[in-house]
């Protein structure tokens, strides 16, 4: 057995409640096994009232839930001069004691971006910098969700498919692990877009920041409580 989160869009505010459910593990690394388990831990979100539900990673049995991965889903410069990965985005932003940010990264693959050596090997991190403009470490996943909401916006005719949704997975994300996550991301869009207030609150990065204050303070607090791993 383990235990691995379902977000669900809120109803009441913009937001996300995170379900953590027990399911039944199917240990190894192929696709087959990994897809065993997320369909276990879509019957037991289904049992607790949650669906229907989409997996969002690039071993997702669907293929939009593939394509929505940080890996595939591309970002646009707002000049269009460019494209690369919500991932590359992320990890070529990072700035360092000893240097950052590593603008090369974004010409790259996803897998070298996040496996890259520098973003070990730099000191502590400080901040991000992305399109000329400096973002901070807190609210934790700030910015990784800003990133990840802006290309959901690029993407023609997205919105309607999204709200058909009533539960995000990702089978690959260990809260033990890691902070940020695509299906929290993709769960927040949902809650926007439902919420009326979409055009207010994805204008700018400060009046994102300003909408989800207590979203952020409420996950801030949830992350800083999770026990960590190594």
Not at 106 to 115: F, P, Q, V
Not at 140 to 165: C, H, I, K, N, P
Request: glycine content about 8%; some cysteine; overall charge negative.
């Amino acid at each position: 057995m383990a235990v691995r989160p379902v977000y669900v869009p809120r109803d009441d505010r913009p937001g996300v409640v995170v379900r953590s459910l027990d399911f039944e593990w199917f240990p190894g690394f192929s696709t087959a096994q990994k897809q065993r388990s997320i369909h276990s831990l879509h019957v037991a979100a289904g049992e607790a009232g949650i669906e229907p539900v989409l997996e969002i990673s690039s071993k997702s049995p669907e293929e939009l839930g593939v394509s929505l991965s940080a890996f595939h889903l591309s970002l646009t410069d707002a000049d269009g001069s460019r494209s690369c990965s919500v991932e590359t985005a992320f990890q070529g932003s990072k700035v360092f004691e000893r240097g950052g940010p590593f603008l090369d990264l974004l010409n790259g693959t996803s897998r070298e971006a996040k496996k890259d050596d520098r973003l070990q090997s730099s000191g502590r991190l400080l901040r991000f910098e992305f399109q000329g403009a400096a973002w901070p470490l807190k609210p934790r996943t700030y910015f990784y969700d800003w990133l990840y909401l802006s290309a959901l916006e690029q993407q023609s005719g997205l919105r309607e498919t999204l709200v058909g949704y009533r539960g995000f997975t990702d089978i690959e994300f260990n809260p033990k692990k890691s902070i940020n996550c695509q299906a929290y991301s993709a769960a927040l869009y949902v809650s926007i877009l439902e919420s009326g207030q979409s055009d207010t609150i994805l204008s700018s990065p400060e009046s994102f920041l300003e909408s989800l204050q207590d979203e952020y303070t409420a996950r801030d607090e949830l992350l800083a409580r999770q026990p960590r791993l190594g």
